[in-house]
């Protein structure tokens, strides 16, 4: 669970003045229950693209929790945004919008499967509870959205000289964005977590991965 009021938010949930639905959509995030080996921070959210706007940070963990940076960098991290604007946006269909971004690291072979971003993408809409071809859901226990769009990209990068790093590596990054049909956003939170550590090739909760042998 995120902790309310910590530094860096950008915003105070409850501020005076503040919308009761943004405030409720941020409680919301804060209360979300998240898998323990993916740890959730605040973060700085945007200034510009709302008039009001909250972010939090997802990072893999793998032993003791830490506090997740501005600009993580590790091999699986992603960022949440939640813009809010009273009057509504004609190009959100509401006044709540999600942005999601996810970066992991992939291995060569899964990099350059042609299926990969149909997969990526699968993650997404299987966690969100969005039927094939559908941009949009309003099930009764999971996320309740509409207007689902985003990219799934496919990355190779080669270092030359004195720059740390494995010679050559691969990334896949997933942009997402969607409007929430109400201030109840744990279940975004949460499934936009599950699809991190998805793409970390981590198994689902309740199932121990085995370990090869040497």
Known sequence: MIEPGSPDTGVAAGRVGEPADF???VASLQAARVRT??????????????????????????????EVPTDSAGSAFGRLILLYDPDGNDAWSGTIRLVAYIQVDVEADLASDPMLPEVAWSWLTDALGVPDGEDGTTGDSGPSLTALGGTVTSTSSVRYGDIAGP????????????????????PHLEAFCDV??????????GVTALKSAD
């Open 23 to 25: 405030t409720a959509a």
């Open 37 to 66: 080996d993916v740890e959730v921070s605040p973060i700085r959210p945007p200034q510009r693209l709302a008039p009001y706007s909250y972010a939090v940070g997802a990072e893999i963990v793998t032993g003791e929790p830490e």
């Open 167 to 186: 010679p050559r590596a691969h990334q896949l990054e997933l942009r997402a964005s969607w409007t929430a049909l109400d201030p109840t956003l744990a």
């Open 196 to 205: 991190l550590a998805t793409a970390a090739g981590l198994p689902p909760t």
